[in-house]
C-alpha cells in the first residue's frame, strides 16, 4: 500500500514540476506599438480548423487571411503579423489554443475561430481578458452579443434568410412553404430558426415541418409529404452535400417549386452534385465571384494566381476580416487591445469585397448580402 | 513573481490532461473487471448536461450541480450496467456505443430543455465562481500577486489536481482490495471467479457503475470549464479518444491511464509548430504503438521494475493478475 502511494506521488509530483516547469516558458510581454516608418504593427492571432473533416474551410480561411496580410505589408500603413494556430474544429482545443494566443503570444486581436460552437467557448474568454476577436465563418445566433469585445464580419443567418425569402416572394408570389432541415447540427438548425421567423415575420404560410440528419441519403418519405400539400416554395436549410441531395429527389419525384436554402447550401458543389436538379435555388450571400465591382474582381484574380482556384465565401470573409482588424489598428494609432476594440466598433461603411461593412452595437456585421438563383446550372445575381 | 510564473494557457491544457486523466481512469476502472465500454462519451453527456441545466435554469449552487451529474451518470450506468452483463467483448463495446448515441440523439432532440443541436451556453465557470465566492470573504488575488484571471486558472488547476489526487489513490487502493481482486479474478475467469463465491453480477455492476461515474464527473467537470456545451462535443468519436488514453497509456495499471491521458493531449499542443502535420505524428504513433506494445506503454511488468529498482520486495501475491 505504501509502495503504492508513494509510487503515485512520485508521478504526482513530477507531473507538477513538469507544468510549472511549462509555465516558466516565454512569457515576454508587449507587442511594440509603432514599428519603422511610423506604421502601426500589430500580432494579430489565428484560430482556425485546419486539420479535420473541416480543413478545408481552415485552407480557405488562412489562404484569405494570408493573401491579405501579404497586400498589407506592401502597402505599408499597417504592419500585421500572422499568428495562426490549429484548432481541429474542438471547442477544447480551440480554448487552449486562445490562451496561448492571449498570454503567450500577446497578440492584440485575433481572427477566428472557424465554427459557431468554437465562438461559444472562445468568445468569453477573449471578451474577459479584454481581447478584441473577430469571427469570420460564424453565422449562429448570438455570437456578437457574448460580449464588447467580440465581432464578426459573417452575415448571419438571420440577416441573410430573410432576404431571399423575400427575395422569393417578390419573383414567384409565394404564399404557402414548406420547411425542411437538418436538426442535429447547430448551423442548420440555426438555420430552421430564421426561416421559421422569416415566414412568419413575412406572413407565409406553414404546411408542414420535415427534419432529416446529418448524412441521410433518403428524403423521400419527407418529400412525399411535402409534394401532398403543394407548397409554392420550399425552405431547406441544409448543408450542401445534403441539400444538393434533396433538390434531386425532389425534382425525380416532380416537385418543382424553387428552394430557398441557407448559407450552407450556398457552394458551387450543388450544380456538381445535382446537375439539372439544383435549378431554382435561391440563396442569400455576402460573396459572390462575378460581382461586377473592380475590388471584387482584383481579389478573385489575384486569389487565383496566388492559390490556383477561386476564392470562396471563406476566403473573401477572412480576407475582409484582416483588413478590419487592420483598419482598426490604423484608426486606434498603437497596439492597444482597447482602443483597437472601440476603431472596430467605429468603423462605418468599410468597402471591403464582401460589400460595405459597418458594425452595430452589439458587433454584429451590418450589409446587404447578394440574393442568387441557380439557371441553367450557373449561380446568377436575383435582381 | 508568481504572477509572472503563471501562464492561463498552461494551466488551461493541464487543467484539459487532468479532466482526461479522470476520463482514462473510468476506462481503466470498467477494463479492470474486463468490460469494454465505449458508452464514456454519453456517460459524459449526462454529466456535463445535468449540471449545465441545473446551475444555468435554477441557479443550483456548483457542487450540488456537479454530485447531482455524478449521481445521475451513477444512475444510468446501473441501468445500462445490468442488461449488458450478458454481453462481452465486442458485443458489450457495441451495446454502450449504442447507449451513447441514444443520449446524443435525445439530447438533440429535445430542443425545448437542452436547446437541441446548438448547445448550452454561459455556463458558470468553475474559476470564476469560487473566485466570487472568496470576494464576499474579502479575498483579492492580489494579495498572491496575480491577476484575477491568472487565479481563476490557477484555482481550477489546483482543484482538479486534487480531485485527481484522490480519485487515483481511491483506484490504485481498490485495485489491491478486496474489490480490485474480484475485478481481476472475473476478468481472468468469470465462471471461476464465480465458484469461488464471487458475486459476478455485484461487482460487474460495481465497476460499470463506478466507471459512469468517473466519466460523469468528467463530463460536468468539462462543462463548467468550457461554459459552453453541445450534443458535438459527445459523440463516439469522443469516446474513441477516450478509449485510447487508457490503452495507449497501459489499462492494466492506474498509471496507464494518468499517462496515456497526460501524454496523448500534450502531444497535439507540443506539435502545433507543424500544426498540418500534428495528427499524422499522432497516428503513426498510435499504430507503433498497437503493433510493438498491444498492452500500452505502462504495464505491471513495468511497474514492478520500478519496484524492483527501488529496492523493494514485492509482496507475495499482489501483483497476481
Known sequence: ?383 | MLGELINPYYLQVASFILINIILGLSIYVTLASGQLSLGSAGFMAVGAYTTALLTTNFEVPLLVGILAGVMLAGIFGIIVGIPSLRLRGVFLAIATLGFGEIVRVFIVNTESLTKGAIGISGIPQLGREILDKLEVIGFDPEILGLKANQFTFLIVFILLLIIVIVLVCFFSRQKNSRVGRAFSAINMDEQAAASMGINVTYYKVLSFTQGAMLAGLAGALYAHVLSYISPADFTYHKAVEILTFSVFGGSEVVGGAIFGATFLTLLPETLRAISEYRYMIYGILLVVMMAYRPQGVIDEQMMRWFKRRKGRRQQHGTENK
Do not use: H
Open chain 1, 1 to 383: 500500500m505504501k509502495l503504492n502511494f508513494r509510487m503515485f506521488a512520485t508521478i504526482a509530483s513530477l507531473f507538477v514540476l513538469f507544468m510549472l516547469a511549462a509555465c516558466g516558458g516565454s512569457n515576454d510581454t508587449a507587442s511594440d506599438a509603432s514599428g519603422e516608418s511610423g506604421a502601426v504593427s500589430g500580432k494579430i492571432g489565428v484560430v482556425s480548423f485546419m486539420t479535420g473533416s473541416g480543413a478545408a474551410y481552415g485552407e480557405a480561411i488562412t489562404n484569405g487571411l494570408e493573401l491579405a496580410e501579404k497586400e498589407l505589408d506592401e502597402a505599408g500603413e499597417v504592419d500585421v503579423e500572422l499568428v495562426i494556430e490549429d484548432s481541429a474544429g474542438e471547442p477544447d482545443q480551440a480554448l487552449s489554443v486562445t490562451q496561448k494566443l492571449i498570454n503567450s503570444e500577446d497578440v492584440v486581436g485575433i481572427i477566428g475561430p472557424t465554427l459557431s460552437t468554437e465562438m461559444e467557448v472562445v468568445g468569453p474568454v477573449a471578451d474577459q481578458n479584454g481581447v478584441p476577436i473577430m469571427g469570420t465563418s460564424n453565422t449562429a445566433e448570438g455570437i456578437p452579443q457574448i460580449g464588447e469585445y467580440v465581432f464578426r464580419d459573417s452575415i448571419p443567418e438571420t440577416q441573410a434568410i430573410p432576404a431571399s425569402v423575400e427575395k422569393a416572394i417578390e419573383e414567384y408570389d409565394a404564399k404557402k412553404v414548406a420547411i425542411m432541415y437538418g436538426n442535429d447540427d447547430v448551423f442548420t438548425k440555426a438555420g430552421y430558426d430564421a426561416m421559421k421567423d422569416a415566414a412568419e415575420d413575412l406572413g407565409l404560410e406553414e404546411l408542414t415541418t420535415q427534419t432529416f440528419q446529418i448524412g441521410q441519403s433518403d428524403y423521400k418519405a419527407q418529400l412525399s409529404k411535402i409534394k401532398q400539400m403543394e407548397p409554392d416554395l420550399i425552405l431547406c436549410s441544409a448543408l450542401y452535400n445534403e441539400g444538393a441531395v434533396i433538390m434531386k429527389q425532389a425534382r425525380s419525384m416532380g416537385i418543382d417549386v424553387p428552394f430557398v436554402g441557407g448559407n450552407g447550401f450556398n457552394s458551387p458543389e450543388v450544380i456538381e452534385i445535382a446537375g439539372d436538379a439544383a435549378d431554382g435555388l435561391i440563396v442569400a450571400t455576402p460573396w459572390f465571384t462575378k460581382k461586377d465591382d473592380q475590388k471584387v474582381q482584383d481579389f478573385v484574380s489575384t486569389y487565383k494566381d496566388e492559390f490556383g482556384k477561386e476564392p470562396d465565401q471563406f476566403a473573401a470573409q477572412a480576407y475582409d476580416g484582416l483588413y478590419l482588424m487592420a483598419e482598426g489598428l490604423k484608426n486606434a494609432g498603437e497596439a492597444d487591445r482597447d482602443e483597437l476594440r472601440d476603431a472596430i466598433a467605429e468603423i462605418d461603411g468599410f468597402e471591403g469585397v464582401l460589400g460595405d461593412i459597418s458594425f452595430d452595437e452589439d458587433g454584429d456585421v451590418v450589409m446587404d448580402p447578394t440574393v442568387l438563383i441557380i439557371e441553367d446550372g450557373e449561380f446568377k445575381e436575383m435582381k
